[in-house]
């Protein structure tokens, strides 16, 4: 089992700035992947970005050019530092992690979901 608590979440305005982070405890280390993904009350958990225990990254389109995912080189941590915020960003951010040997690559997990899931942490963007 992984545990991951999101933390980071906030209120800022259009064009500024946030950074999540996510800390891994339990199985961590045989976790492939990590990712961030969203959800808006009454929507669909949209895959925001996810990288691999070699660096690999995947992103969404409207995040790419605005959004970084990162990890510390322990991979305790993951990162989501996000820039040039729209109103249209604002939702719950949940940290997810993958079982060792997970069935889709990164950008079929950002579609599919993973395996393990933080409580999640809401990101409010005003206009």
């Known amino acids: 089992q992984v545990q991951l608590a999101e933390s980071g979440g906030g209120s800022v305005q259009a064009g500024g700035s946030l950074r999540l982070s996510c800390a891994l405890s339990g199985y961590y280390h045989a976790s492939h992947a990590m990712g961030w993904f969203r959800q808006v009350a009454g929507g669909k958990r949209e895959g925001v970005a996810a990288i691999d225990r070699l660096g690999s990254t995947a992103y969404a389109d409207s995040v790419k050019g605005r959004f970084t995912i990162s990890q510390n080189n322990a991979k305790d941590t993951l990162y989501l530092q996000m820039n040039n915020l729209e109103p249209e960003d604002s939702a719950i951010y949940y940290c997810?992690?993958?079982?060792?040997?997970?069935?889709?690559?990164?950008?079929?997990?950002?579609?599919?979901?993973?395996?393990?899931w933080g409580k999640g942490a809401l990101v409010t963007i005003s206009s």
């Open positions: 997810a992690a993958t079982g060792p040997t997970p069935f889709y690559g990164l950008e079929g997990l950002l579609s599919h979901g993973m395996d393990y």
